[in-house]
């Protein structure tokens, strides 16, 4: 096959991937996107995307089951019943327009992909294994953009009934017993969609406290959620292994044994940046820790090959790499570019979501800052009532000598879509009076940002 | 169009290096021919640097400040006709106007590799170039605290090549705004305006450079190697006066007004003749003593940029009005800065005078490699005993330092009375050996 040579080569085709080519082909710059599998990555595929898709059909269904029994709204109505393969269907379908979606994106830019896995045989050389046999690319420039995948429990190796996030997006039906091993983001989105389905969820924790990465106030009512949707959380406890039927997980808590009845097996202890199996042994590029080490433009140790997204470590989100592969897109066409950024802002789309941008009181209290803090409650706020969403609130962070703006913070029902408030607030440098000048519109769940800004400065209106 | 460089010429005999001091002309500029461009200054001159043809400035080849190797390109115009530059120093890459992309960014955009190459012709090409230096140095804000600016002024930050550390913020939280940017590219970080009696932290970093760097280097120069003896003695003046009045007053029209400056130079002159080891260069690398025959008399000068030092020729052979005359052109020129090298250069032994301002008592520094320095202080009627009683006399000091590695304090003190003498019985300088 002969060679092929272009300016940039995006190794991997998910949201840094793709965003980087897009951008690349915008400046006019030569570029090849390879991935082996659809476009898209992780998020489209089987992250971000199918689970909002999953989570909203299992919100549907759950508010019908709600009906079926009296509700204080006045409406009733029969008992539902799922087809989950329809549903899954209609997930695939959404993934699958968003997938083409990308591909006509990147052509639209004249950036031209590759199907097949690639290989680095050097830096400037990388080999993809495609269907009809190896094409070797020479590129100026590589845009490392591997990702991550699921971590394995190595006594609970995925299979069987023990599955990942990826297989649990395509059950044909909701697992009678559903156990899930860890209770970060995903297990928690998955679980609560799952025990809105109808499955008896089940979720172990090794450490003493779910969503470890968010402060007790802000979890406090997820955890409310899960017990009203009979979630049994486990905390404190280690899976060790299915039982010997396969129809269990054995757990220890306290140093007892105990086994936890379960169809299916979720692992969600967490992702690992991709980094094995493309060659990385091949190119002279440092590591730190279990990522990539790259710098403030997305450089890594090797002149002209950058890393970006979930392959250069935490925060894992769509969003950054999408901001890190436009950056570096740029950087190679020239611009004098830097990370600049001052939050990534991070959701948990539980019952109710969390939204976090930017610094909690205790981080920023630890970074050395003197802070002034204060939440206002949805109990509080008008639109909130009439959605029957009154559990949650929005949370400020502000330096206490000039009120700038440190970080904010919310939970709540659909609170996911503050986070361009938030994120839109601390990037511009806003202060607390800034915030609290902005007429926002009535009746909406948006108004408690702007009480918390008022309650922070002493004197909000509505509590 | 074709390129022309224009090199450091030679400024001077064994000159091998100069430093830039000023530029008359920026990047984009159209020069005239013998138009100035540029003044550099030696190890005592300031040479201009004309423009040798017409054309357009494309490129400068250093900063204010910067010490420039004689033969190395200075200035890049692009001129009418092939130039004079071969391809290897062709002007830096002209950036090609992009499209869309560089529409926010009034910069123009170089090519990654050209930007690495001409890294000094990228920001001075800016229609707005960034602040000079030396009031870029001082952070507007706590160190380590970030800059808090919207991402749009980040973004036109970083096109214009510009680090928002450096920048003040005058927004709520000191946020930087696009009008403290618009500031700083053109004023650069100036500090705020304080009130009245508010403490003034402020540090003003004023560069070393030019002039002044070269006094800093000489002082350092001759205080650090020269063991030096200050001997200080008293001189009646009254009878110098009376005759200096009364040859002002019979002066021709044409003759300049004699200062005291002449009458100390001729009585140096002959003190030089019985003790000529005063009039030498010690050249303390090669451990030799160069004893010069003429007398090379340096005069220390105040103008505007500093202190300079012309030097009058040959006084041994020099009369009064010859020497008088000589010293105000001198410092004429050197006021006006139009002194030439080889005006400001060669001094065998330096006189030092601040006139009005002398003093009573001053510690002159030796011009290295001189080995003597005689200075002047302030002439003021004093009391003076006369063994009867105390009459009013003109007194006038002589400050003046020696180099002791080569000069004994007693051939100093010898050399010191016999000027004493000589002014005090001024006809005794006018007697012919």
Redesign the interface.
């Known amino acids: 096959m002969a060679e092929l040579t272009c300016k940039v080569l995006v190794i991997g085709g998910g949201p840094g991937g793709y965003v980087a080519g897009i951008r690349a082909g915008q400046?006019g710059l030569d570029t090849i996107v390879v991935d082996a599998e659809a476009l898209g990555g992780t998020c489209l595929n089987v992250g971000c995307i199918p689970s909002k898709a999953i989570i909203h059909a299992a919100d549907e269904f759950e508010k019908a089951t709600h009906f079926a029994n009296s509700s204080a709204l006045g409406i009733s109505a029969g008992k539902p019943k799922l087809d989950l393969t329809k549903t899954v269907a209609w997930k695939d379908g959404i993934v699958k327009r968003l997938t083409t979606g990308v591909g006509g994106l990147l052509k639209k830019n004249k950036v031209r992909t590759l199907k097949g896995w690639a290989t680095f045989a050097d830096g400037k050389t990388v080999d993809v294994k495609m269907a009809d046999g190896v094409q070797r690319v020479h590129a100026e420039h590589v845009i490392i953009a591997t990702g991550s995948i699921p971590v394995e429990l190595p006594f609970l190796k995925f299979g069987g009934n023990v599955i990942s996030s990826t297989g649990a997006l395509a059950l044909d039906e909701p697992p009678k017993n559903f156990a899930i091993v860890g209770a970060g983001y995903i297990g928690l989105e998955l679980g609560i969609a799952f025990a809105k389905f109808g499955s008896k969820v089940t979720v172990v924790e090794a450490m003493d406290r779910i969503l470890p990465t968010y402060d007790a106030e802000m979890t406090k009512p997820v955890a409310k959620r899960l017990k009203d949707l009979g979630v049994s959380v486990i905390l404190g406890a280690k899976a060790k292994g299915l039982s010997k039927n396969g129809k269990a997980l054995e757990i220890e808590q306290n140093g007892k044994a105990e086994n936890i009845p379960a169809d299916k097996v979720l692992i969600t202890v967490g992702r690992k940046p991709l980094t094995e199996g493309w060659g990385r042994e091949n190119i002279a590029i440092d590591m730190d820790g279990r990522h990539i080490r790259i710098d403030d433009r997305c450089r890594t140790s090797m002149n002209g090959v950058y890393a970006i997204g979930d392959v250069t470590g935490e925060p894992m989100l769509a969003h950054r790499a999408m901001a890190q592969g436009e950056m570096v897109a740029e950087i190679?066409?020239?611009?004098?570019?830097?990370w600049?950024k001052?939050a990534v802002p991070a959701i948990c789309f539980t019952d109710p979501e969390i939204v976090s941008c930017g610094l909690s009181p205790d981080e920023a209290k630890s970074a050395g800052y003197r802070i002034k803090t204060a939440n206002f409650p949805f109990m509080a706020n008008g639109r909130a009532m009439t959605m029957e969403a009154e559990e949650g609130f929005v949370r400020v962070v502000a330096?206490e000598e000039?009120?700038?703006l440190l970080g904010l913070q919310a939970v709540g029902r659909g609170v996911s879509e503050l986070s361009a408030a938030f994120g839109l607030a601390l990037?511009?440098?806003a202060?607390l009076?800034?915030v609290a000048g902005t007429i926002h519109a009535h009746p909406t769940q948006g108004e408690a940002l702007q009480e918390a800004m008022l309650r922070t400065l002493g004197h909000a209106l509505h509590i | 169009m074709g390129v022309h460089v224009i090199k450091l010429p030679d400024v001077g005999e064994g000159v091998a290096e100069a430093e830039l001091v000023e530029w008359m002309v920026k990047p984009g500029d159209n020069v005239m021919e013998d138009q100035i461009l540029a003044a550099v200054m030696t190890d005592k001159a300031t040479v201009e640097i004309p423009s040798p043809v017409i054309g357009k400035v494309t490129w400068l080849g250093a900063e204010t400040g910067e010490i420039v190797a004689v033969g190395s390109p200075i200035v890049r115009l692009d001129v009418d006709g092939a130039g004079n530059a071969k391809d290897g120093e062709a002007a830096p890459v002209k950036a090609e106007p992009k499209k869309a992309e560089t529409k926010a960014a009034p910069r123009p955009e170089p090519k990654p590799a050209t930007k690495v190459e001409a890294p000094q012709s990228a920001p001075k090409s800016a229609p707005k170039s960034p602040a000079p230096a030396s009031a870029a140095n001082k952070a507007p804000r706590k160190e380590g605290e970030k800059p808090l600016a919207s991402p749009a002024v980040r973004k036109r930050a970083a096109d214009a090549g510009v680090d928002l550390r450096r920048v003040p913020g005058t927004g709520p939280a000191g946020r930087i705004t696009h009008e403290d940017l618009d500031g700083y590219f053109e004023h650069g970080a100036a500090a705020p305006v304080g009130r009245s009696r508010a403490a003034d932290t402020s540090v003003k970093e004023i560069p070393v450079i030019g002039l002044r760097r070269k006094i800093a280097e000489k002082m350092t120069v001759s205080r650090s190697r020269i063991p030096d003896i200050v001997y200080v003695d008293e001189v009646d003046m009254t009878a110098l006066e009376e005759l200096r009045a009364k040859l002002n007053k019979e002066k021709a029209p044409d003759q300049v007004k004699l200062t005291v400056l002449p009458f100390l130079m001729r009585a140096m002159a002959k003190a030089i003749a019985d003790q000529p080891q005063v009039n030498s260069h010690f050249d303390d690398e090669a451990g030799v003593v160069k004893q010069f025959g003429g007398v090379h008399i340096g005069v220390a000068a105040q103008t505007d940029g500093g202190l300079v030092v012309p030097v009058v020729r040959h006084v041994e052979a020099r009369g009064l009005w010859d020497c008088a005359s000589e010293v105000a052109r001198l410092a004429e020129a050197a006021k006006k800065g139009s002194a030439t090298r080889e005006e400001l250069s060669g001094s065998t032994i330096t006189i030092t005078s601040l006139g009005a301002l002398g003093g009573i008592v001053t510690t002159p520094v030796i011009n290295h490699p001189e080995v003597a320095i005689v200075g002047v202080n302030k002439m003021q009627v004093r009391p003076h005993w006369d063994g009867a009683s105390f009459t009013p006399r003109r007194m006038m000091n002589l400050s003046c330092a020696f180099d002791h590695r080569i000069i004994d304090g007693w051939n100093a003190a010898v050399f010191v009375q016999r000027i004493k003498t000589l002014l005090e019985n001024p006809a005794m300088i006018f007697i012919e050996d």
């Open positions: 400046l190679i066409a020239g611009h004098n570019r830097r600049d001052i330096r000039d009120h700038l990037e511009m440098g202060r009076e800034d």
